[in-house]
């Protein structure tokens, strides 16, 4: 069966979707985890809905009006709560009210039924294109690229803000180009999992990466490959009971999740006897 689905170009697209998109998720994700801002990558996530709108009014790839949205966002945020005085909490839900509200007001204003919107909330890694794949590789360059020229002073951000603030290290500034790298990854994850369900796999992979890895690198790698095992898993038990694909890769992350702590949980009560 699972050798036979793979015969169709859709599914192949898919796979590759599910593995290029694991390599974003799990270098991002592990700053989302040990940064503790994965409400923010869930409030990005969701503003973006409005560039959603934004391309399906102007008759485009709506992933093209998510990026500048899911940008502008993140600079949004991130500014609101370093400079201007305003909670984390209250910029995170003023942006995602306003991001969705401006979503089904462009919807709304285009005439006709979007039928591809549902695949945008939720995810559906079957229809992924061609071209989908080479923005995705694109963006993946572009994370990468700027996580290794980048890599010490992300690890100082990520530990001990202030002593990088003390060695000179512009810390609002990268914070800033952090939350665009977040961005840039709820993008790519869009198309697998959707709006709604983004956050789960930035964070579960990563989550379950800090427990076995004492170094940010090791993380981020056994982050990624728990996210394309996940990603492929869901994806075959997706074709295998006709379930929607992007929600069944959460729930195995999930379960993986739960599992995982169960397992360490049974461990440490049996030392403790």
């Known amino acids: 069966m ?23 998720c799990g ?3 592990t700053y989302v985890v040990v940064k503790r801002i994965g409400f923010i990558s869930g409030g990005i996530a969701h503003t973006a809905f409005g560039g959603i709108g934004l391309g399906y009014y102007l008759g485009i790839n709506p992933l093209l009006g998510v990026i500048p949205f899911s940008l502008l966002a993140a600079l949004g945020i991130g500014l609101l709560s370093k400079k201007g005085n305003v909670a984390e909490d209250t910029a995170i839900g003023t942006f995602w009210a306003i991001g969705m509200a401006v979503g089904v007001i462009f919807i709304g204003l285009k005439p006709g039924y979007a039928p591809d919107l549902f695949s945008y909330l939720f995810g559906n890694i079957l229809t992924v294109p061609t071209s989908d794949l080479w923005m995705i590789v694109l963006l993946d360059l572009v994370i ?14 990520s530990f001990d803000e202030e002593y990088a603030l003390v060695s000179g290290v512009k810390t609002t500034l990268l914070y800033l180009l952090l939350l665009c790298l977040i961005a840039l990854t709820v993008v790519i ?9 983004v956050i789960a796999l930035l964070t579960i992979p990563a989550a379950i990466a800090r427990l076995f890895s004492r170094t940010l690198p ?19 038990l997706s074709c295998l009971f006709d379930l929607a694909s992007g929600a069944t890769i959460i729930v195995v992350s999930g379960l993986v ?3 995982v702590h169960l397992v360490r949980f049974v461990k440490a009560s049996l030392t403790a006897q």
Do not use: H, Q, T, Y
Request: charged share 10%; no cysteine; hydrophobic share 75%.
């Open 27 to 29: 270098i991002i994700g």
């Open 144 to 157: 990468v690229l700027v996580v290794w020229l980048l890599s010490k002073e992300f690890l100082a951000l």
């Open 2 to 24: 699972f050798p036979e689905i793979f015969a169709f170009d859709f599914m192949r697209n898919a796979l590759l979707a599910a593995l290029l998109s694991s390599v974003a």
């Open 257 to 259: 999740f739960f599992l």
């Open 189 to 197: 994850m869009m198309r697998v999992v959707g709006i709604v369900m």
């Open 218 to 236: 090791g993380m981020m790698v056994l982050s990624v490959v728990l996210s394309a095992l996940f990603s492929l898993s869901g994806l075959w």
